[in-house]
Protein backbone atom coordinates (compact mmCIF):
# COMPACT_ATOMS: atom_id res chain seq x y z
CA UNK A 1 0.00 0.00 0.00
CA UNK A 2 1.68 3.24 -1.26
CA UNK A 3 1.64 5.80 1.08
CA UNK A 4 -0.09 9.56 0.44
CA UNK A 5 2.30 12.54 0.41
CA UNK A 6 0.94 15.57 2.33
CA UNK A 7 1.28 18.42 1.93
CA UNK A 8 2.89 21.01 3.18
CA UNK A 9 2.95 24.87 4.19
CA UNK A 10 6.05 25.49 1.94
CA UNK A 11 3.61 24.11 -0.96
CA UNK A 12 1.03 26.62 -0.16
CA UNK A 13 3.64 29.42 0.22
CA UNK A 14 5.17 28.32 -3.43
CA UNK A 15 1.70 28.31 -4.51
CA UNK A 16 0.99 32.27 -3.06
CA UNK A 17 4.29 33.24 -4.62
CA UNK A 18 2.96 32.19 -8.38
CA UNK A 19 -0.11 33.93 -7.43
CA UNK A 20 1.25 36.84 -7.15
CA UNK A 21 3.82 36.98 -9.76
CA UNK A 22 1.14 35.96 -12.28
CA UNK A 23 -0.98 39.03 -10.99
CA UNK A 24 1.49 41.65 -11.32
CA UNK A 25 1.86 40.31 -14.22
CA UNK A 26 -2.16 40.55 -15.87
CA UNK A 27 -2.86 43.51 -13.39
CA UNK A 28 -2.51 46.32 -16.11
CA UNK A 29 -4.95 44.11 -17.98
CA UNK A 30 -7.66 44.12 -15.59
CA UNK A 31 -10.40 46.19 -15.01
CA UNK A 32 -10.78 47.23 -11.39
CA UNK A 33 -13.66 50.14 -12.11
CA UNK A 34 -11.35 51.39 -15.23
CA UNK A 35 -9.30 49.85 -17.87
CA UNK A 36 -5.64 49.86 -18.42
CA UNK A 37 -2.91 49.82 -20.91
CA UNK A 38 1.11 49.80 -20.28
CA UNK A 39 3.63 51.54 -22.04
CA UNK A 40 6.25 50.82 -24.61
CA UNK A 41 8.69 51.75 -25.95
CA UNK A 42 8.42 52.25 -29.99
CA UNK A 43 9.89 54.11 -33.18
CA UNK A 44 7.86 55.64 -35.60
CA UNK A 45 8.93 56.43 -39.03
CA UNK A 46 6.89 59.93 -39.64
CA UNK A 47 5.92 60.85 -43.16
CA UNK A 48 3.77 63.49 -44.28
CA UNK A 49 3.15 66.26 -46.72
CA UNK A 50 2.10 69.66 -45.30
CA UNK A 51 1.57 73.16 -47.25
CA UNK A 52 4.80 75.57 -45.99
CA UNK A 53 6.19 78.90 -45.70
CA UNK A 54 10.18 79.78 -46.67
CA UNK A 55 11.03 82.44 -44.66
CA UNK A 56 14.64 83.88 -45.24
CA UNK A 57 17.28 85.68 -43.47
CA UNK A 58 17.97 88.46 -45.86
CA UNK A 59 18.47 92.22 -46.01
CA UNK A 60 16.21 94.68 -48.39
CA UNK A 61 17.02 98.01 -49.35
CA UNK A 62 14.67 100.41 -50.42
CA UNK A 63 14.14 103.44 -52.22
CA UNK A 64 12.40 106.66 -52.25
CA UNK A 65 11.05 108.22 -55.45
CA UNK A 66 13.03 105.73 -57.78
CA UNK A 67 12.57 106.04 -61.55
CA UNK A 68 15.20 103.85 -62.64
CA UNK A 69 17.21 101.21 -61.52
CA UNK A 70 20.76 99.93 -63.32
CA UNK A 71 21.64 96.51 -61.86
CA UNK A 72 25.60 96.46 -61.50
CA UNK A 73 25.91 93.03 -59.84
CA UNK A 74 24.91 89.28 -61.48
CA UNK A 75 22.12 88.05 -60.14
CA UNK A 76 22.18 85.33 -57.99
CA UNK A 77 25.87 85.69 -57.35
CA UNK A 78 27.55 85.54 -54.25
CA UNK A 79 28.88 89.56 -53.10
CA UNK A 80 30.99 90.98 -50.31
CA UNK A 81 29.44 93.85 -48.15
CA UNK A 82 30.52 97.59 -49.55
CA UNK A 83 30.63 96.20 -52.81
CA UNK A 84 28.59 98.09 -55.46
CA UNK A 85 25.24 96.11 -56.43
CA UNK A 86 23.20 98.77 -58.28
CA UNK A 87 22.98 102.73 -59.52
CA UNK A 88 19.23 104.25 -58.56
CA UNK A 89 18.05 107.09 -60.32
CA UNK A 90 15.37 109.17 -58.39
CA UNK A 91 12.76 111.00 -60.11
CA UNK A 92 14.25 113.44 -61.60
CA UNK A 93 15.79 111.29 -64.18
CA UNK A 94 14.15 110.29 -67.35
CA UNK A 95 14.63 107.87 -70.36
CA UNK A 96 15.18 110.20 -72.69
CA UNK A 97 18.23 111.83 -71.27
CA UNK A 98 20.23 107.86 -71.58
CA UNK A 99 18.51 108.29 -75.28
CA UNK A 100 19.94 111.42 -76.21
CA UNK A 101 23.02 110.18 -74.65
CA UNK A 102 22.71 107.22 -76.89
CA UNK A 103 21.91 109.13 -79.55
CA UNK A 104 25.72 112.13 -79.02
CA UNK A 105 27.08 108.33 -78.71
CA UNK A 106 25.83 107.18 -82.16
CA UNK A 107 26.86 110.11 -83.94
CA UNK A 108 30.69 110.13 -82.44
CA UNK A 109 30.85 106.40 -84.04
CA UNK A 110 29.39 107.79 -87.20
CA UNK A 111 31.78 110.31 -87.29
CA UNK A 112 34.67 108.22 -86.38
CA UNK A 113 33.61 105.74 -89.46
CA UNK A 114 32.81 108.08 -91.81
CA UNK A 115 34.93 110.93 -91.40
CA UNK A 116 38.44 110.18 -89.43
CA UNK A 117 38.31 106.51 -90.12
CA UNK A 118 36.93 106.54 -93.63
CA UNK A 119 40.02 105.38 -95.52
CA UNK A 120 41.96 104.13 -92.64
CA UNK A 121 41.30 99.76 -91.54
CA UNK A 122 41.41 99.45 -87.91
CA UNK A 123 41.14 95.58 -87.20
CA UNK A 124 40.73 96.31 -83.68
CA UNK A 125 37.30 98.69 -84.10
CA UNK A 126 36.53 95.98 -86.59
CA UNK A 127 36.64 93.51 -83.55
CA UNK A 128 34.95 95.56 -81.07
CA UNK A 129 31.95 96.29 -84.00
CA UNK A 130 31.31 92.25 -84.53
CA UNK A 131 31.22 91.89 -80.60
CA UNK A 132 28.94 94.41 -80.36
CA UNK A 133 26.41 92.91 -82.87
CA UNK A 134 26.68 89.28 -81.57
CA UNK A 135 25.42 90.82 -78.49
CA UNK A 136 22.37 92.62 -79.91
CA UNK A 137 21.55 89.88 -81.79
CA UNK A 138 21.46 87.40 -78.98
CA UNK A 139 19.34 89.81 -76.56
CA UNK A 140 16.75 90.06 -79.82
CA UNK A 141 16.98 86.15 -79.99
CA UNK A 142 16.10 85.97 -76.09
CA UNK A 143 13.57 88.77 -76.23
CA UNK A 144 11.76 87.12 -79.36
CA UNK A 145 12.10 83.74 -77.47
CA UNK A 146 14.12 82.32 -80.38
CA UNK A 147 16.54 80.96 -77.69
CA UNK A 148 17.08 80.55 -74.14
CA UNK A 149 18.93 81.91 -71.66
CA UNK A 150 19.06 84.88 -68.75
CA UNK A 151 18.10 88.52 -70.87
CA UNK A 152 19.20 90.37 -67.49
CA UNK A 153 22.81 88.70 -68.41
CA UNK A 154 22.55 89.16 -72.02
CA UNK A 155 21.58 92.83 -71.39
CA UNK A 156 24.75 93.80 -69.22
CA UNK A 157 26.68 91.96 -71.94
CA UNK A 158 25.36 93.79 -74.67
CA UNK A 159 25.89 97.27 -72.52
CA UNK A 160 29.82 96.34 -71.81
CA UNK A 161 30.63 95.41 -75.38
CA UNK A 162 29.66 98.86 -76.39
CA UNK A 163 31.13 100.57 -73.46
CA UNK A 164 34.28 99.04 -74.80
CA UNK A 165 33.79 99.93 -77.98
CA UNK A 166 32.80 103.51 -77.07
CA UNK A 167 35.82 103.68 -74.74
CA UNK A 168 38.50 102.45 -77.54
CA UNK A 169 37.37 105.22 -79.89
CA UNK A 170 37.66 108.16 -77.03
CA UNK A 171 41.25 106.65 -76.57
CA UNK A 172 42.11 106.73 -80.21
CA UNK A 173 40.67 109.87 -81.34
CA UNK A 174 42.16 112.20 -83.78
CA UNK A 175 42.13 116.08 -83.31
CA UNK A 176 38.93 117.43 -85.15
CA UNK A 177 36.83 120.06 -83.77
CA UNK A 178 33.95 118.66 -84.24
CA UNK A 179 34.82 115.76 -83.06
CA UNK A 180 35.55 117.21 -79.32
CA UNK A 181 32.49 118.85 -79.45
CA UNK A 182 30.58 115.50 -79.83
CA UNK A 183 33.09 114.37 -76.89
CA UNK A 184 31.92 117.75 -74.85
CA UNK A 185 28.41 116.50 -75.64
CA UNK A 186 28.73 113.13 -74.26
CA UNK A 187 30.35 114.35 -71.10
CA UNK A 188 27.69 116.92 -70.42
CA UNK A 189 25.28 114.34 -71.03
CA UNK A 190 26.49 111.90 -68.72
CA UNK A 191 26.86 113.97 -65.63
CA UNK A 192 23.68 115.31 -66.45
CA UNK A 193 22.65 111.50 -65.89
CA UNK A 194 24.75 110.85 -63.05
CA UNK A 195 23.34 113.97 -61.22
CA UNK A 196 20.46 112.29 -60.65
CA UNK A 197 22.19 108.73 -59.70
CA UNK A 198 22.92 107.05 -56.08
CA UNK A 199 25.34 104.07 -56.03
CA UNK A 200 23.71 101.44 -53.74
CA UNK A 201 26.27 99.27 -52.24
CA UNK A 202 26.02 95.77 -50.45
CA UNK A 203 25.23 96.16 -46.65
CA UNK A 204 26.11 93.19 -46.18
CA UNK A 205 27.57 89.47 -47.71
CA UNK A 206 25.52 87.10 -49.21
CA UNK A 207 23.78 86.22 -52.49
CA UNK A 208 22.55 88.91 -54.52
CA UNK A 209 19.01 89.03 -56.14
CA UNK A 210 16.74 91.88 -57.46
CA UNK A 211 13.61 90.07 -57.49
CA UNK A 212 11.06 90.34 -54.43
CA UNK A 213 7.88 89.16 -53.38
CA UNK A 214 6.58 92.01 -51.45
CA UNK A 215 6.32 89.49 -47.63
CA UNK A 216 10.06 90.41 -47.10
CA UNK A 217 9.58 92.80 -44.57
CA UNK A 218 7.03 90.18 -42.52
CA UNK A 219 8.54 86.78 -42.82
CA UNK A 220 11.89 87.89 -41.70
CA UNK A 221 14.00 85.55 -39.47
CA UNK A 222 13.96 88.64 -36.64
CA UNK A 223 10.02 88.89 -36.96
CA UNK A 224 9.13 84.76 -36.43
CA UNK A 225 8.57 84.66 -32.91
CA UNK A 226 5.57 87.26 -33.76
CA UNK A 227 4.30 85.28 -36.51
CA UNK A 228 0.80 83.16 -36.12
CA UNK A 229 -0.35 80.62 -37.68
CA UNK A 230 -3.06 83.02 -39.15
CA UNK A 231 -0.43 84.68 -40.71
CA UNK A 232 0.84 81.72 -41.90
CA UNK A 233 -2.32 80.42 -43.30
CA UNK A 234 -3.13 84.06 -45.19
CA UNK A 235 0.27 83.52 -47.28
CA UNK A 236 -0.17 80.04 -48.40
CA UNK A 237 -3.75 81.98 -49.58
CA UNK A 238 -1.73 84.34 -51.16
CA UNK A 239 -2.76 87.09 -49.43
CA UNK A 240 -1.03 90.33 -48.22
CA UNK A 241 0.13 90.86 -44.28
CA UNK A 242 0.55 94.46 -44.27
CA UNK A 243 -0.32 97.16 -47.74
CA UNK A 244 3.10 97.98 -49.65
CA UNK A 245 4.33 101.55 -49.37
CA UNK A 246 3.46 103.57 -52.85
CA UNK A 247 7.08 106.05 -52.60
CA UNK A 248 9.39 102.74 -51.52
CA UNK A 249 11.11 100.52 -54.37
CA UNK A 250 12.69 97.52 -53.52
CA UNK A 251 16.20 98.02 -54.75
CA UNK A 252 17.84 94.30 -53.86
CA UNK A 253 17.93 91.78 -51.62
CA UNK A 254 21.05 89.83 -49.95
CA UNK A 255 20.34 86.27 -48.77
CA UNK A 256 21.97 84.27 -45.96
CA UNK A 257 21.82 81.35 -48.32
CA UNK A 258 23.28 79.23 -45.48
CA UNK A 259 20.20 79.75 -42.98
CA UNK A 260 16.71 80.02 -44.11
CA UNK A 261 13.29 78.39 -42.15
CA UNK A 262 10.26 76.89 -43.44
CA UNK A 263 7.01 77.14 -41.37
CA UNK A 264 4.27 75.08 -41.62
CA UNK A 265 0.67 75.18 -39.73
CA UNK A 266 -0.92 71.58 -38.59
CA UNK A 267 -3.42 69.58 -36.16
CA UNK A 268 -1.98 69.23 -33.13
CA UNK A 269 -3.81 65.88 -32.47
CA UNK A 270 -2.02 64.18 -35.77
CA UNK A 271 1.57 65.62 -34.76
CA UNK A 272 2.99 67.34 -32.05
CA UNK A 273 6.77 68.19 -33.05
CA UNK A 274 9.59 68.70 -30.70
CA UNK A 275 11.89 71.21 -30.46
CA UNK A 276 15.57 70.38 -31.40
CA UNK A 277 13.76 67.03 -33.86
CA UNK A 278 15.69 66.28 -36.43
CA UNK A 279 13.78 65.78 -40.03
CA UNK A 280 14.68 65.47 -43.63
CA UNK A 281 13.36 67.95 -45.76
CA UNK A 282 12.46 67.85 -49.50
CA UNK A 283 10.16 70.76 -51.54
CA UNK A 284 7.86 69.28 -54.29
CA UNK A 285 9.28 70.33 -57.61
CA UNK A 286 12.70 70.15 -56.27
CA UNK A 287 12.95 66.55 -55.19
CA UNK A 288 16.33 66.53 -56.05
CA UNK A 289 17.57 68.66 -53.14
CA UNK A 290 17.26 67.25 -49.52
CA UNK A 291 17.66 69.59 -46.57
CA UNK A 292 18.13 68.41 -42.49
CA UNK A 293 15.78 70.65 -40.77
CA UNK A 294 15.46 71.34 -36.96
CA UNK A 295 12.56 72.04 -35.35
CA UNK A 296 13.10 76.30 -33.44
CA UNK A 297 10.16 76.68 -32.49
CA UNK A 298 6.54 75.28 -31.62
CA UNK A 299 3.23 77.39 -30.99
CA UNK A 300 0.15 75.83 -30.12
CA UNK A 301 -2.98 77.63 -31.21
CA UNK A 302 -6.47 76.48 -31.02
CA UNK A 303 -6.19 72.94 -31.97
CA UNK A 304 -3.22 74.01 -34.16
CA UNK A 305 0.35 74.01 -34.32
CA UNK A 306 2.85 76.63 -35.75
CA UNK A 307 6.22 74.86 -36.23
CA UNK A 308 9.47 76.75 -37.64
CA UNK A 309 12.24 74.55 -38.97
CA UNK A 310 15.73 75.86 -39.58
CA UNK A 311 17.93 75.40 -42.66
CA UNK A 312 21.48 75.18 -42.70
CA UNK A 313 22.10 74.05 -46.06
CA UNK A 314 22.35 76.45 -49.16
CA UNK A 315 19.04 77.54 -50.22
CA UNK A 316 19.71 77.03 -53.95
CA UNK A 317 16.69 77.77 -55.95
CA UNK A 318 14.71 78.10 -53.18
CA UNK A 319 15.76 81.70 -53.08
CA UNK A 320 13.11 82.42 -55.13
CA UNK A 321 10.32 80.40 -53.63
CA UNK A 322 7.87 81.37 -51.22
CA UNK A 323 5.26 78.98 -50.69
CA UNK A 324 5.27 75.19 -51.64
CA UNK A 325 4.49 71.75 -50.08
CA UNK A 326 7.05 70.71 -48.37
CA UNK A 327 7.82 66.56 -47.27
CA UNK A 328 9.24 65.70 -43.87
CA UNK A 329 10.67 62.26 -42.98
CA UNK A 330 11.99 61.02 -39.37
CA UNK A 331 12.21 58.41 -37.41
CA UNK A 332 11.12 59.06 -33.95
CA UNK A 333 11.32 57.15 -30.91
CA UNK A 334 8.87 57.75 -27.68
CA UNK A 335 6.86 55.37 -25.55
CA UNK A 336 4.02 54.00 -27.09
CA UNK A 337 0.14 54.46 -25.67
CA UNK A 338 -3.41 53.24 -26.59
CA UNK A 339 -4.81 56.20 -27.95
CA UNK A 340 -7.62 55.98 -25.86
CA UNK A 341 -5.20 56.67 -23.03
CA UNK A 342 -4.88 60.26 -24.01
CA UNK A 343 -6.75 62.68 -21.61
CA UNK A 344 -7.54 66.58 -21.35
CA UNK A 345 -7.04 68.69 -18.68
CA UNK A 346 -7.38 71.96 -18.14
CA UNK A 347 -6.45 72.49 -21.69
CA UNK A 348 -2.99 70.30 -21.61
CA UNK A 349 -2.91 66.83 -22.84
CA UNK A 350 -1.62 63.90 -20.40
CA UNK A 351 -2.29 60.34 -19.38
CA UNK A 352 -3.74 58.83 -15.95
CA UNK A 353 -0.91 56.91 -14.65
CA UNK A 354 -1.70 54.10 -12.25
CA UNK A 355 0.08 53.61 -9.45
CA UNK A 356 -0.15 51.89 -6.16
CA UNK A 357 -1.12 55.58 -4.51
CA UNK A 358 -3.84 55.24 -7.33
CA UNK A 359 -4.22 57.60 -10.54
CA UNK A 360 -1.49 60.71 -11.35
CA UNK A 361 -2.22 62.85 -14.03
CA UNK A 362 1.04 63.08 -16.08
CA UNK A 363 1.34 65.80 -18.94
CA UNK A 364 2.57 64.76 -22.00
CA UNK A 365 3.37 65.93 -25.80
CA UNK A 366 2.08 63.98 -28.35
CA UNK A 367 4.37 63.41 -31.11
CA UNK A 368 2.38 61.45 -33.69
CA UNK A 369 -0.93 59.39 -34.03
CA UNK A 370 -2.28 56.75 -36.16
CA UNK A 371 -5.71 56.64 -34.34
CA UNK A 372 -4.88 53.78 -32.52
CA UNK A 373 -1.55 54.17 -31.02
CA UNK A 374 0.34 57.45 -30.13
CA UNK A 375 3.74 58.08 -29.35
CA UNK A 376 4.63 60.28 -26.69
CA UNK A 377 7.08 62.68 -24.40
CA UNK A 378 6.10 63.62 -21.16
CA UNK A 379 6.94 66.68 -20.14
CA UNK A 380 9.05 66.36 -16.95
CA UNK A 381 11.56 63.85 -18.17
CA UNK A 382 11.31 60.20 -16.14
CA UNK A 383 7.24 60.79 -15.38
CA UNK A 384 6.90 57.57 -17.25
CA UNK A 385 8.85 54.55 -17.75
CA UNK A 386 8.05 51.25 -19.94
CA UNK A 387 5.76 49.25 -18.20
CA UNK A 388 4.07 50.75 -15.83
CA UNK A 389 0.17 51.39 -16.72
CA UNK A 390 -1.78 53.64 -17.63
CA UNK A 391 -5.79 54.23 -17.88
CA UNK A 392 -7.88 54.16 -20.67
CA UNK A 393 -11.42 55.32 -21.79
Known sequence: MRRKKRVTGRFYIFLLILLVIAFLIVRPYLNFGSKSAVIMAAQSEFTQNMNCVIIRDEAVSTSESTAHIEYAATEGTLVNAGETVAYVYSAGYSESLLQKLEETRAKIQDYHKTEILNNIKDDTLARYDTIVDMMALEFKNLVNHDSQGSLLTAARQLETAMVNRQEYLRQNKREDVK???????????????????KVENASQSGVISFYTDGYESVLSAENIASLSAADINTVLAGERL???????????????????????????????????????????GFEDLSFTAFVTSVQKESGSILAVFQINDPIGPLIYQRTGRAKLTATISGLSVSSKALSEENGQIGVWLIDVGGETFIPVEVLSSDGSNALIQPL???????????RIK
Open 179 to 197: LSKLYDEETTRLNNIQSWR
Open 242 to 284: TTPSAKETAVYRIVNQDCWYVALVTDAKTWNPVVGQPYTLQME
Open 380 to 390: VDGALGIGQAV
